[in-house]
């Protein structure tokens, strides 16, 4: 896929959409090497951590009781909790001898967060088990944040007694939609009345609570969406992610649903639309943009001043995953991914793999794909400047910077999607109408075509479609 600017002056700024909204960066995949698996140990033993600015840890419990069709993320289903059990005492065990050197433990931790799956499967010991894990195994003095995702079905009070006893200070949970018909359609299996009083409980015991909402599904009216988001701000929750369908990673059985029930594609103008539409409303009812996808409760004198994306709140994990060179992620368990200098780490995705191999052989295959350092260079404007809506100049390694991407952030200075503000850059509104399409528009072409490979890839894949109508604006 080729993104071209418009410059006739007429109609859209960009010819495309691009179809995919959550990117890892740099990608877990290198162009010159292919595949190659190295013990996941010994990587981040020998991992130079010495210009490391800042880490966020993540930890992966791929465990569902219910297996939601959008999700593309690793899980799958459990039957017997022992599985569970032997997962936590191999995860254990991957901290402790990655941590063997007691190097990890002089990193500067800025955010934790846990995923999945659903990691509220835990019990209420194993959660105080794994709360003691990462706290003798990590120094949290600047620890900021500490999230971790919850299943509103496997939330009891011990449970959120105990993550609060851990330290947990945002608990997360994927609402999706207030929609009956979409919950259907989602599989989702939890109750409205069990999502309130999940969430009453978070408010009684954790600092920061969010929910995801979803939109854009084939069939989706704006109607729909907006009714949707009326239900979100009325759960009083201060925090709100708002996604945009990936199509290019749900299941198929989604696609299969859809077309079933004879809904047409929707187009690249009524996403566009919805996206403007979202940001209208939640501004009309107190809430700001924080970062790409996330949505905060502003202050009245915020709210006045209307700034593309607000600095009154940040979540710390995405300044990691979405930041600066020399901001980290370590990451922990299945298919749990690490973003280091030079590197990017993936743990294998298999789940009893992962734990025989830890527990019978004290390694992790783990693949390796590895990238130069001016792509490091490279994330403060591909990723920290669209999503978070301004970079520090002083921040940016400008020496290190490629040509490729200077040359695009030239092209978006004269079509005003940021502008130069001396010690900063900034995102303008519109250009932030469009974050998604400027991260590709900035990467170098070696990054470009390994995200192209793997949606073409994705959609190589029986079952899973997307219309020329979905990604090229008529």
């Known amino acids: 896929m080729d993104l071209r600017l418009n410059r006739t002056g007429a109609g859209r700024i960009f010819d495309k959409q691009l179809p995919v909204f959550n990117i890892f960066y740099p990608s877990q995949h290198d162009l010159e090497h292919g595949d190659v698996f190295t013990d996941g140990i010994c990587a981040v033993q020998d991992n130079d951590f010495s210009q490391t600015k800042s880490v966020a840890l993540y930890f992966h419990f791929p465990f569902c009781d219910t297996i939601c069709n959008f999700c593309p993320f ?3 289903k459990y039957t017997d909790h022992q599985i569970i059990t032997d997962y936590l005492a191999a995860l254990c065990k991957e901290v402790r ?3 063997a050197t007691g190097k990890l433990f002089t990193l500067p931790v800025s955010a934790i967060f846990v995923g999945g799956g659903t990691p ?3 019990t209420a010991e194993e959660i105080r088990v794994f709360g003691q894990l990462v706290h003798q195994n990590f120094n949290l003095a600047g620890l900021r944040e500490f999230s971790f995702e919850c299943e509103v079905k496997s939330v009891t009070e011990d449970k959120v007694i105990a993550l609060r006893d851990i330290g947990v200070t945002n608990a997360r949970f994927g609402l999706q939609t207030f929609d009956p018909y979409w919950r259907d359609m989602f599989d989702l299996t939890a109750s409205i009345e069990q999502i ?3 969430a009453a409980l978070f408010e009684r015991h954790i600092r ?5 909402i979803l939109y854009g599904m084939n069939g989706q009216s704006p109607e729909m969406f907006e009714r949707d988001l009326e239900k979100a701000v009325d759960v009083g929750n201060s925090l709100i992610d708002v996604y945009p369908l990936d199509n290019v990673v749900t299941q198929t059985r989604l696609h299969e649903k859809t077309k079933a029930a004879g809904h047409a594609p929707l187009t690249a103008e009524m996403r566009h639309e919805m996206n403007g539409m979202l940001r209208a409303f939640m501004r009309s009812r107190g809430f700001l943009p924080h970062n790409g996808h996330g949505y905060v409760q502003a202050s009245k004198t915020e709210c006045d001043r209307d700034p593309v994306v607000t600095r009154d709140y940040t979540f710390d994990y995405h300044n990691h995953v979405y930041g600066y060179h020399g901001f ?8 749990a991914i690490s973003i280091l200098k030079e590197k990017v780490l993936t743990n294998p995705n298999n789940r009893r793999s992962y734990i025989d191999q830890l527990m019978k052989n004290g390694q992790v295959s783990t693949q390796l794909s590895r990238h130069s350092r001016e792509v490091d260079a490279s994330r403060s404007l591909v990723t920290r400047l669209p999503y978070h809506g301004y970079v520090s100049r002083a921040e940016v390694d400008w020496d290190r910077m490629p040509a490729e991407t200077l040359s ?3 092209q978006l200075y004269d079509a005003g999607l940021v502008e130069d503000c001396g010690p900063e850059i900034l995102l303008t509104r519109q250009g932030w109408e469009w974050y998604v399409n400027l991260m590709y528009f900035m990467m170098p072409l070696s990054q470009r075509k390994i995200l192209d490979g793997f949606i073409v890839h994705s959609l190589g894949q029986p079952g899973r479609e997307l219309t020329t109508s979905q990604v090229v604006f008529s």
């Open 328 to 335: 980290e992620v370590v990451g922990f368990g299945v298919n």
């Open 120 to 122: 509220s499967l835990l």
């Open 196 to 198: 309130y009083a999940a």
């Open 74 to 76: 690793t899980r799958g």
């Open 408 to 410: 695009a952030l030239h």
């Open 208 to 212: 920061y609570t969010s929910f995801d």
């Open 97 to 99: 001898s990655k941590n």
